[in-house]
């Protein structure tokens, strides 16, 4: 079965950097786009990043372009998110997604705290 895992979340001062790591199963993780979101307390989950297949095309939110890069290893099955210069108004928790043969996959989540 389809099972994502997400890791790396932390406690970061402001402007400090983290990796988060999704890592995926039980499907062909090549053929399928993934997706960062986030949710911070009491707001919407958002779109973070989305990379296609191949690693070929990426896109980011605005809120964390120029900051945040999306890349994936397709040997390893995973996918990062290279989270740098985080500010407060980053910290949420962290969801890794895809869609595979019509359903909806995420994984449980991982926290980011930026806080001095």
């Known amino acids: 079965q389809v099972q994502i895992v997400e890791s790396g979340g932390g406690l970061v001062q402001p402007g400090g950097s983290l990796r988060l790591s999704c890592a995926a199963s039980?499907?062909?993780?090549?053929?399928?786009?993934m997706f960062w979101y986030r949710q911070a307390p009491q707001k919407e989950r958002e779109l973070v990043a989305h990379?296609?297949?191949?690693?070929?095309?990426?896109s980011y939110a605005d809120s964390v372009k120029g900051r945040f890069t999306i890349s994936r290893d397709n040997a390893k099955k995973t996918v990062y998110l290279q989270a740098n210069s985080l500010k407060p108004e980053d910290t949420a928790v962290y969801y890794c997604?895809?869609?595979?043969?019509?359903?909806?996959?995420w994984g449980q989540g991982t926290q980011v705290t930026v806080s001095s």
């Open positions: 997604y895809t869609r595979v043969r019509g359903a909806d996959y």
């Open positions: 039980g499907f062909t993780f090549s053929s399928y786009t």
């Open positions: 990379i296609t297949g191949a690693g070929i095309s990426t």
